[in-house]
């Protein structure tokens, strides 16, 4: 399965739509936030860090962030500026900055770094050039700077496969018919959960980047085997 560019660019208006209603779907899953905080953690980082939350979303991986690393300085980034409303209403403090950008143009939206650490939650697959956001990643990431892409891979494993699908086509597509109006936006998470890189193939995309020290731990629960820390370091 192959999802079109022209899909992948449609997701920041299909955000906005979903917003207001966006966090009462997440709260149903066991674990979102907990796994969050367990991303964060791994990334690993000095107390006073400045770190990039690249695609943030209603804030919920910032939150995380602000709850490991208190003192660090947050620039929390998002292309949907609905979801990015949602997420200022959080008041996660003053070290925390939350603007508008585009993923695949950081240095366009103001975003150049160089920074401690990023973490990048849900957000890689949606990517319509995976590579290229890579690459720019990669230029804002400081030497020895660690990244966290907190994401779904289901390719290498059919129980995998098969759990994503059990829980996409029963509980998410549904709930999110449900609650804002619309499904749109959560097939498109099935589908683009299904069509995204397994394990070892997104390992192999980020040490093409130029990322050491590549690897992957799992979660607990439900989504072991199907949400995962994939963790990479700039080389010094």
């Known amino acids: 399965m192959t999802?079109?560019?022209h899909q992948k660019a449609r997701v920041p208006g299909e955000f906005d739509r979903v917003a207001a209603r966006y966090d009462l779907l997440t709260g149903m899953n066991p674990g979102y936030s907990r796994h969050l905080r367990k991303s964060a953690e791994r990334l690993s980082l000095a107390p006073g860090a400045?770190?990039?939350d690249l695609c943030c979303g209603t804030g919920l991986s910032t939150a995380a962030l602000v709850r490991v690393y208190p003192h660090a300085t947050i620039d929390a980034v998002?292309?949907?500026e609905g979801m990015l409303a949602v997420a200022r209403r959080k008041n996660l403090g003053p070290r925390v900055r939350f603007s508008q950008g585009d993923a695949m143009d950081l240095a366009a939206s103001g975003i150049t770094g160089p920074y401690d650490g990023v973490l990048m939650a849900y957000g890689i697959r949606n990517m319509p050039d995976p590579d290229e956001a890579l690459r720019g990643l990669f230029a804002v990431l400081a030497p020895g700077g660690q990244v966290c892409f907190h994401e779904y891979s289901v390719a290498d494993s059919r129980?995998?496969?098969l759990v994503w699908q059990a829980v996409?086509?029963?509980?998410i597509v549904p709930s999110g018919r449900l609650l804002s109006g619309s499904a749109d936006i959560y097939r498109y998470l099935r589908d683009s959960v299904l069509a995204f890189d397994g394990v070892r193939a997104f390992e192999?995309?980020?040490?093409?980047a130029g990322f050491s020290d590549v690897h992957t731990r799992p979660m607990d629960g439900w989504q072991h085997g199907v949400v995962h820390s994939f963790l990479a370091r700039r080389p010094l």
């Open 78 to 80: 998002d292309a949907s």
């Open 204 to 208: 192999s995309r980020l040490a093409r």
């Open 50 to 52: 400045r770190i990039l």
């Open 168 to 171: 996409a086509n029963t509980i």
């Open 3 to 5: 999802i079109p560019m």
């Open 159 to 161: 129980r995998s496969r």
